[in-house]
């Protein structure tokens, strides 16, 4: 038996994103985002309210990065949700998140979350959502296996669970895609 729920916010698992901006000064903004993800093969979309600081600076410096949030992280990156830049000019200092400049789009990339993309942005749509082409994924080598490509068991990824207004982790590798159904064949 199944309960019906209606219409709601639920697309599981939804990635705890930490989006990187600079403001008109060139000062660093963060904010973490559930409504976000891939969008074609080489692009992202974020669905951002129009009053938040990192959608003005976005639209202004056309440009953003994605780091995903980690469980080393949580405090941090529930934080930058919590706190607006508009209130609290230290809001990155006071995160305990550090950041570099994108070495490929005009955006802050934060050095303690080991997965990142680095985007430009290529549409605002009419519902104010944001489409940015990925110039590049980085990732730091503490995240990466002998052959150089991400390891999930190295990583522990947050996601944003919203029934609840829980984190979780993700990362137990259970199968192989394409692979493990080839068995019904």
Same mark, same amino acid.
């Given at each position: 038996?199944?309960?019906?729920?209606?219409?709601?916010?639920?697309?599981?698992?939804?990635?705890?994103?930490?989006?990187?901006?600079?403001?008109? =000064?060139?000062?660093?903004?963060?904010?973490? %985002?559930?409504?976000?993800? /891939?969008?074609? &093969? +080489?692009? @992202?979309? !974020?669905?951002?309210?129009?009053?938040?600081?990192?959608?003005?600076?976005?639209?202004? =410096?056309?440009?953003?990065?994605?780091?995903? %949030?980690?469980?080393?992280? /949580?405090?941090? &990156? +529930?934080? @930058?949700? !919590?706190?607006?830049?508009?209130?609290?000019?230290?809001?990155?200092?006071?995160?305990?998140?550090?950041?570099?400049?994108?070495?490929?789009?005009?955006?802050?990339?934060?050095?303690?979350?080991?997965?990142?993309?680095?985007?430009?942005?290529?549409?605002?749509?009419?519902?104010?959502?944001?489409?940015?082409?990925?110039?590049?994924?980085?990732?730091?080598?503490?995240?990466?296996?002998?052959?150089?490509?991400?390891?999930?068991?190295?990583?522990?990824?947050?996601?944003?669970?919203?029934?609840?207004?829980?984190?979780?982790?993700?990362?137990?590798?259970?199968?192989?895609?394409?692979?493990?159904?080839?068995?019904?064949?």
């Amino acid at each position: 038996m199944r309960k019906n729920l209606g219409t709601k916010p639920f697309f599981y698992p939804l990635p705890v994103l930490i989006i990187g901006s600079y403001d008109e =000064k060139g000062k660093p903004d963060l904010m973490n %985002a559930a409504w976000g993800g /891939l969008y074609e &093969a +080489d692009k @992202v979309i !974020l669905s951002l309210s129009q009053s938040h600081q990192t959608t003005e600076n976005i639209k202004v =410096k056309k440009a953003f990065t994605i780091s995903f %949030a980690d469980k080393a992280h /949580l405090v941090s &990156a +529930d934080y @930058v949700g !919590l706190v607006s830049a508009k209130n609290e000019p230290k809001k990155v200092e006071k995160s305990g998140f550090h950041v570099v400049k994108s070495e490929f789009v005009d955006a802050p990339l934060v050095i303690d979350l080991p997965v990142a993309l680095e985007c430009t942005l290529i549409k605002v749509n009419e519902d104010g959502s944001l489409i940015g082409k990925i110039e590049n994924v980085s990732i730091d080598e503490s995240a990466l296996d002998v052959e150089g490509n991400l390891d999930m068991t190295r990583f522990a990824p947050l996601s944003f669970e919203p029934f609840h207004r829980t984190y979780h982790v993700l990362g137990e590798k259970v199968g192989t895609a394409f692979k493990d159904g080839g068995e019904l064949k």
